[in-house]
């Protein structure tokens, strides 16, 4: 069948991805315009459309939809991925920190941090869904929040100090705002003096 996908998610997140009596599986598929096959044993999900004049990018919206709920969002997060702009980033750890569990558990509590401290400064900050899940950490959002949560953590395994990242978090995020101002008020960059002799 053309335009259909296959991916496999692990099987303690089909649940998740069905719902109580199937609620997760047809708000997927009714806001997607496809239909999803899942196979609960293996965890296999077969992606479809419902009709392949209607929207050619159900399908692959629904992958990443799939994909996020695989990787730890509840699906209220997840279903964000069915608009234009808003995006889904998966971090393998295991490319930072090899194949040891010790490492892996270790940066996994850096990235979250005391009582969960350092995830919730990093969703706040860049505005972003995040979820830490098995050996992958995955964001949602706009483009550009994405890759600041990121940027952030890479640095977290990159071996910088909580400081520093809360640091960058907060320049981005004044940097930010003021490009969000500025394309509000309609100004470029370079039309922008500040004067100091109002003092």
């Known amino acids: ?7 496999k998610i692990p099987k303690d997140r089909v649940g998740v991805l069905i719902g109580t009596n199937g609620e997760v599986k047809q708000e997927i598929e009714k806001i997607t315009k496809t239909y999803l096959d899942i196979d609960s044993e293996e965890g296999t999900i077969t992606i479809s459309p419902i009709d392949e004049m209607e929207d050619p990018l159900g399908v692959w919206k629904t992958n990443f939809i799939v994909k996020a709920i695989g990787r730890g969002f ?10 234009d702009d808003v995006y889904l980033e998966i971090i393998k750890l295991t490319l930072y920190v090899g194949k040891s569990k010790k490492a892996l558990a270790r940066q996994k509590g850096r990235i ?16 972003v869904s995040m979820a830490v899940y098995g050996k992958t950490v ?3 959002g706009q483009l550009e929040n994405v890759m600041m ?5 890479e640095m977290i395994l990159n071996g910088s100090r909580h400081k520093s990242v809360y640091s960058f978090l907060e320049n981005k995020r004044q940097e930010m705002k003021v490009k969000e101002f500025k394309s509000v008020v309609g100004i470029d960059d370079d039309k922008i003096e500040f004067r100091d002799d109002l003092d």
């Open 1 to 7: 069948m053309p335009n259909t996908e296959y991916l």
């Open 138 to 140: 995955s964001f949602i």
């Open 112 to 127: 979250i941090g005391k009582d969960g401290k350092t995830r919730e400064l990093i969703i706040d900050m860049a505005e």
């Open 74 to 83: 509840n699906p209220e997060a997840a279903i964000r991925l069915n608009e």
């Open 149 to 153: 949560a990121k940027e952030a953590v």
